[in-house]
């Protein structure tokens, strides 16, 4: 299986902010990488796909980059509806897997 | 309207059985990979299963194998999870999740979820 590890586990940021998230790949996975953010009580919804293509609807203060082995989520100013989780996933090979998540928390 | 909804969640005591159904409307179901996603209580996600849109491959994550059977019916528009020989650390809120289409196996549309719990 290929593990992920992302990072940090926790950001404390401000509104208006620049935040980054890191994901770091046991082995390279070309562009196989998707991006998503859950709220509390809620499904996780898809934000970015193919390590950098942004799904429909999603605003474009998001952005992804990467490919190989690491892999970087950034929100370029943060919104107050953006306070959740976000979560990695690699789909190159079966098991498909997830990263730790992250919690984008209000400082 | 696209919609998953998940149903059969409940407490089941360990070593006991579940069958998890999911209902899709508002697009062709039988065009997509369907997969099942869980999360244990205050945890992250974890990819359970998925299935081709003809039934002919299915995919699980080891913990899984030999316990969960995943299944569809095109005809009912319905995703199944037999799920047997459940443990404690099965509990968990299941989700229905769609493949995107031609973009590999990430999930662009959810279900709310089931929960499952393996108590005595």
């Known amino acids: 299986a290929i593990w992920m590890t992302q990072s940090p586990s926790l950001v404390s940021a401000s509104t208006g902010d620049r935040v980054t998230i890191s994901c770091r790949m046991s082995?390279?996975?070309?562009?196989?990488l998707a991006w998503y953010q859950q709220k509390p009580g809620k499904a996780p919804e898809l934000l970015i796909y193919?390590?950098?293509t942004l799904q429909s609807g999603v605003p474009s203060r998001f952005s992804g980059s990467g490919s190989g082995t690491d892999f970087t989520l950034t929100i370029s100013c943060l919104q107050s509806e953006d306070f959740a989780t976000y979560y990695c996933q690699q789909y190159y090979s079966f098991p498909l897997t997830f990263g730790g998540g992250t919690k984008v928390e209000i400082k | 309207e696209m919609q998953l909804v998940e149903s059969g969640g409940g407490l089941v005591q360990p070593g006991g059985s579940l069958r998890l159904s999911c209902a899709a409307s508002g697009f062709t179901f039988s065009s997509y990979w369907m997969n099942w996603v869980r999360q244990a209580p205050g945890k992250g996600l974890e990819w359970v299963a998925n299935i081709k849109q003809d039934g002919g491959e299915k995919y699980y994550v080891d913990s899984v194998k030999g316990r969960f059977t995943i299944s569809r019916d095109n005809a009912q528009n319905s995703l199944y999870l037999q799920m047997n020989s459940l443990r404690a650390e099965d509990t968990a809120v299941f989700y229905c999740a769609r493949s995107k289409k031609g973009g590999g196996h990430n999930f662009d549309f959810w279900g709310r979820g089931t929960l499952v719990t393996v108590s005595s």
């Open positions: 082995q390279g996975i070309s562009s196989y």
């Open positions: 193919a390590a950098s």
